[in-house]
DNA sequence: GGCGTACACTGTGTATACAGAAAGTGGTGA
DNA sequence: TCACCACTTTCTGTATACACAGTGTACGCC
C-alpha cells in the first residue's frame, strides 16, 4: 500500500499510538485478548503493522504475553504499582533534588504552578486533565534534572501506572495539588533537600492512598 | 516454514538474542547498520523475524534508529554512559541496602564471593568471564530486594554498557573484585548502609575509570 | 447416553510479493 | 573536469499467503 500518510509516519507507529490511546484511556481493559487480525481490521491496516504495535506495547509493559501466544492488555497488579512507585521514589527524589539546581527551573515551573492554582480556584477538573498535568510535570523536573535517561525511565514508570491513574482516587485531586505546588516552589527557590522531600512525601502518599483505596474500596 | 525448532522458540527470539550477542561481544560494532535483508542471509531466516529482534534490540536501546530508517548499533557516548551509571547508583544503592535485610543472602552470594576469591588467587580471567560475573552479582542482589521491577530496570541499563565492559579497563579487574567483596560481606554482614556506601563506591569508582580512560587512553 | 475421533475454525509465526523511497552508478553535455 | 540526469539497485513498509498449533464441535461408535 502507499501509506506516508499525512504525519509522515508509518502504519506501524501510529496503530502504536492508537492502541496506547486505547489502553491508557481504558478503553482496552486489562485482559482483553490482544488478536492481531481483530484490531488490524479495526484499525484498516493489515496484521504486520498490528504486531509491529503490539510488540512495541509490550515492550512498554502495557501489553504482555503470558504463555507464549495472544498477548493481553497488562493488568497491573497492586504489588507492582507498589515496586513502580518505589522505583519512582529512588529515580525522582534525585530529579527534584537536581532541578533545583537547574537555572530554567523557574520559568519552566510556573506555568505549571498557574495551572494547579487554576484548578484549586476554578470549577474541579476533569480527571484527565489532571492525570495529564501530572505527568507532564514529572517528567518536566526530570527534564530539568538534566538527564535524558532518568526522563526515560520514569515516563516509562509512570505510564505503567497511568490507567489506573485515571480518576480512580477523586479525594486524591486535592492533596495532589497542595503537593505538586510544595514539590514546585522547593524547587524553584533552589532548595534541592526540600525538594527531594516533598518528592518523596508525594509519592509516599499516592502510595498509602492506593493500599487506603484497597482496603477499602469505597 | 515449520519452524518451532529444539529450543521451542520463535525465530524472531533466537535471531533476538544471536543480535544481541553479536553487540555485545562486539562482533557488531557501534554504528554497524542493520539491514534487514543482510541479517536474514546471515541468520537463514526471512526478513520477517529479524524486523522483530531489530525491534527488540531497539527497545532495549542496543539499537536505534538515527533519523526514521536503517536502524544502526547503538554507539554509546560517555555522557550516556554517566548517565547509565548515575541511575544504576540510585537503584542500586536500594537493592543492596535490601538485600543485606534478606534471608537469603548468605546462600545466595557466597558462591560469588568464592568465584572472585577464584579470581584473585588464581590466574587472571578473561574478561567475559569476569564481565558476565559481574552481571550475575548485580542482578542477584537486585533479586534479593525483592522487587522484580528493579531486577528488570538493573539489568537493561547493565546490557547498555556490557559492549563497553569486555575487557576495556583491565587495570579495573583487581579493584572491582575487592570492590564487589566488600558489597557482598557488607550484605551478608546485614548492614545495609555499609552495603548501599559500598555499591555506591563502586559505581563511582566505576564511573572514574571510565573518565580516566577517556582521558587518558593508554 | 457418554466418549472418542475427525474436521473446521481461529490464531500466530514465517516467508514472500510488491510499491515507493533513497542511494548509488554511469553516461552525456557543457 | 565537473555537473546533471536517467537508470538501476537496494532498502524499508506493508500486505498477503501459507503452515502449524490449539480449540471446539459434531458425528459416529460403544
Same mark, same amino acid.
Given at each position: 500500500m502507499v501509506a506516508m500518510n499525512e504525519s509522515t509516519k508509518t502504519l506501524g507507529d501510529t496503530a502504536f499510538q492508537r492502541l496506547k490511546a486505547m489502553i491508557l484511556d481504558g /478503553?482496552? !481493559?486489562? #485482559? /482483553?485478548l490482544l488478536r492481531e487480525k481483530k484490531f488490524a481490521d479495526l484499525l484498516g491496516v493489515s496484521r504486520t503493522p498490528v504486531r509491529e504495535a503490539i510488540g512495541l506495547l509490550i515492550s512498554e509493559g502495557l501489553a504482555r504475553r503470558v504463555d507464549g501466544s /495472544?498477548?493481553?492488555?497488562s493488568r497491573v497488579s497492586l504489588s507492582e504499582i507498589m515496586e513502580i512507585l518505589h522505583a519512582r521514589s529512588l529515580l525522582e527524589c534525585e530529579t527534584a533534588r537536581k532541578a533545583a539546581q537547574s537555572m530554567q527551573a523557574v520559568e519552566t515551573l510556573l506555568p505549571f504552578r498557574a495551572r494547579i492554582l487554576g484548578f484549586l480556584e476554578g470549577p474541579r477538573p476533569e480527571s484527565r486533565v489532571h492525570s495529564d498535568l501530572d505527568a507532564q510535570l514529572h517528567l518536566e523536573i526530570a527534564r530539568l534534572a538534566g538527564s535524558k535517561l532518568l526522563c526515560e525511565l520514569i515516563e516509562g514508570l509512570k505510564t505503567r501506572t497511568r490507567m489506573f491513574d485515571q #480518576?480512580?482516587?477523586? !479525594?486524591?485531586l486535592l492533596p495532589g495539588c497542595y503537593e505538586h505546588l510544595a514539590i514546585i516552589d522547593a524547587i524553584t527557590a533552589q532548595q534541592p533537600e526540600t525538594a527531594a522531600a516533598a518528592m518523596k512525601l508525594h509519592l509516599t502518599n499516592v502510595r498509602e492512598a492506593i493500599i487506603a483505596r484497597i482496603n477499602h474500596p469505597f
Open positions: /478503553t482496552l !481493559e486489562p #485482559g /482483553t /495472544t498477548p493481553v492488555v #480518576g480512580s482516587i477523586p !479525594e486524591r
